[in-house]
Nanobody, 121 residues
Framework: QVQLVESGGGLVQAGGSLRLSCAASGRTFSSYTMAWFRQAPGKEREFVAAIRRGIYYADSVKGRFTISRDNTKSTVDLQMNSLKPEDTAAYYC?????????????????WGQGTQVTVSS
């Protein structure tokens, strides 16, 4: 069992930056594929980025967002730069027991409660 707690959301102007952090419980953090998803009102949950040994990004955030993990601290972060109003959403941290990185939310076994990111124009 893994518990995930996100932090770092907030309100920022377009062009600004935010850093999200996800703290995980459990002693096997390094064995999990970790990912960030986001969901805007009225839209489906969408993949943002994932990390295991490799790193993958959604095309919409590539070059602006950076995912990283610290296995010693059991954390995964998402550095978001050059934010746009269309990045506004609730952001969720997710963990998967699979060794294959998936962009599909149904492949993830554990979820945080989400943190809101609002980008004003």
């Amino acid at each position: 069992q893994v518990q995930l707690v996100e932090s770092g959301g907030g309100l920022v102007q377009a062009g600004g930056s935010l850093r999200l952090s996800c703290a995980a419980s459990g002693r096997t953090f390094s064995s999990y594929t970790m990912a960030w998803f986001r969901q805007a009102p009225g839209k489906e949950r969408e993949f943002v980025a994932a990390i295991r040994r490799g790193i993958y990004y959604a095309d919409s955030v590539k070059g602006r967002f950076t995912i990283s993990r610290d296995n010693t601290k059991s954390t995964v972060d998402l550095q978001m730069n050059s934010l746009k109003p269309e990045d506004t959403a609730a952001y969720y941290c997710a963990a998967s027991r699979s060794t294959v990185i998936s962009r599909t939310y149904t492949a993830y076994d554990y979820w945080g409660q989400g943190t809101q990111v609002t980008v004003s124009s």
